[in-house]
């Protein structure tokens, strides 16, 4: 698989990165520890080398099993998590509230003050059952701190040898600017904002920044949780405990739509490459200017090897077009309602500060 430089930091990415989310099992309606280490294992064999992972998903499950997978294999691996939001101190602004797979209430908050970076550090550290990671990523802003003040502790930790690289996730440009200029001479080496066919709010702004500023850009969700894989009929119930169940872009008649664009425009090239429909997607992601890599979920090795074969398909500028005219012809209902609220649409209100 192809690797590319994440910004100037030195490390170098596969393509397609295996997200940790789902493999903590939280908001997806549990998860198979034992396939979740095989699942791993399959995305590296394949190419995709890195893992993005953090501790609240799962409330520190997704990190154990990740370190777990890679205990002899850590050389083969790049290890991504985050610091920023904490369940188990009652300090910082409530960022939401939930259950966790065992029934017990969560309350986890906003907090990105030095001592608690500092904090979170050791403990991923020792779920991970690692040394030094290789990329530590803000979470979420955390407006109650200064974000000079958390790259501040980033950087002592940086110096310390626990990090190698220091990235943000779900910033808006300003906050961007902020962080690379609290770094100094040491350089922001990537973002992390949600982007697919379905979301592509950072073209107008923030994939500029980046391009000016050598800042990578790893990309989240560019299968939309399996929405633009072809493989989630319009039908399709979810539980409570999922949170597709309550995702706006899941709702009947968006999926409905998605769905028949999915067949009309983009099933003719992935049968003309031999690949299937969530594969042109990432590759879609993929060939967009300034993206560095796309995470990309996976519950099973079988998903793991399909993810990273994404990695390996070239798509020409026609059928990159073709497929971006077909989703913005499309109008789907992405408006949060009331009372469509539920754990995960009110915990991103809230960590919006909205």
């Known amino acids: 698989m192809q690797h590319r430089e994440l910004g100037r930091s030195g490390l170098a990415t596969p393509r397609v990165v295996l997200g940790a989310w789902a493999i903590g099992g939280w908001g997806w309606g549990g998860a198979d520890d034992e396939q979740s280490v095989r699942t791993i294992h399959a995305s590296i064999d394949a190419g995709a080398n890195a893992i993005d992972t953090a501790p609240v998903y799962g409330f520190g499950r997704s990190e ?9 294999r850590r050389a083969d691996v790049l290890i991504f998590t985050k610091i920023g939001l904490r369940w188990d101190d009652e300090r910082g602004d409530v960022a939401f509230e939930t259950t966790d797979e065992s029934g017990a209430q969560r309350v986890v908050r906003r907090n990105a003050r030095p001592w608690s970076v500092k904090i979170e550090v050791e403990q991923s550290l020792g779920r991970l059952g690692i040394e030094t990671i290789d990329l530590i990523q803000v ?42 200029r ?20 950072i073209e107008k702004d923030l994939l500029p920044l980046c391009a000016r500023e050598g800042i990578g850009v790893l990309v989240y969700s560019p299968l939309d949780q399996g929405l633009l894989s072809g493989r989630v009929p319009a039908s399709r119930t979810f539980p ?38 969530g594969q042109v997607a990432i590759a879609w992601v993929l060939a967009q200017a300034g993206i560095t890599a796309a995470i990309v979920g996976a519950r099973t090795p079988e998903q793991a090897r399909e993810n990273a074969g994404a990695a390996d398909l070239a798509l020409d500028p026609a059928e990159v077009a073709a497929i971006r005219g077909a989703f913005e012809g499309l109008r789907l209902d992405l408006a949060k309602k009331a009372p469509d609220g539920g754990w995960l649409a009110g915990a991103l209100r809230r960590l919006r500060g909205r």
Not at 64 to 72: K, N, P
Not at 151 to 169: H, P
Not at 240 to 258: I, K, L, M, Y
């Open 64 to 72: 154990r099993v990740v370190g777990q997978a890679i205990r002899d």
């Open 240 to 277: 409570d405990s999922d949170g597709r169940s309550r995702r706006p872009s899941f709702r009947t008649e968006n999926r409905a739509q998605v769905n028949a664009v999915l067949e009309s425009v983009v099933r003719p090239i992935a049968e003309r490459h031999a690949v299937t429909l």
């Open 139 to 180: 979470h979420w802003p955390d407006q109650k701190t200064p974000v000079a003040e958390t790259m501040s502790a980033l950087l002592e930790l940086r110096q310390a040898g626990k990090v190698r690289a220091i990235g943000v996730s779900n910033f808006e440009v300003s906050l961007i600017q902020e962080a690379r």
């Open 182 to 201: 609290a770094l100094g001479e040491v350089p922001l080496a990537s973002v992390q904002p949600k982007y697919s066919l379905v979301a592509r709010d």
